[in-house]
């Protein structure tokens, strides 16, 4: 799903978590930091935060 909505919106990558009792159960980098480069989004990676609930 998250592959799917990528490629339809184009983003290049993007970080997810999954927060569930103050803890992570879930969470994955997809797709690349610069369209240029390629360069791999990693857990390291800053990006712009959004949230949904």
């Known amino acids: 799903m998250i592959e799917a ?3 339809e919106w184009k ?3 993007l ?3 999954v927060v569930k ?3 992570i159960v879930f969470s994955k ?3 690349i930091k610069d369209i240029h480069t390629k360069e791999t ?3 390291n ?3 712009n935060m959004g949230s949904t609930t």
């Open 29 to 31: 980098a997809y797709g």
């Open 45 to 47: 990676t800053l990006v």
């Open 15 to 17: 970080t997810t978590v």
């Open 5 to 7: 909505g990528m490629k």
């Open 11 to 13: 983003i290049p990558g």
């Open 21 to 23: 009792n103050c803890e």
């Open 41 to 43: 989004v990693d857990e």
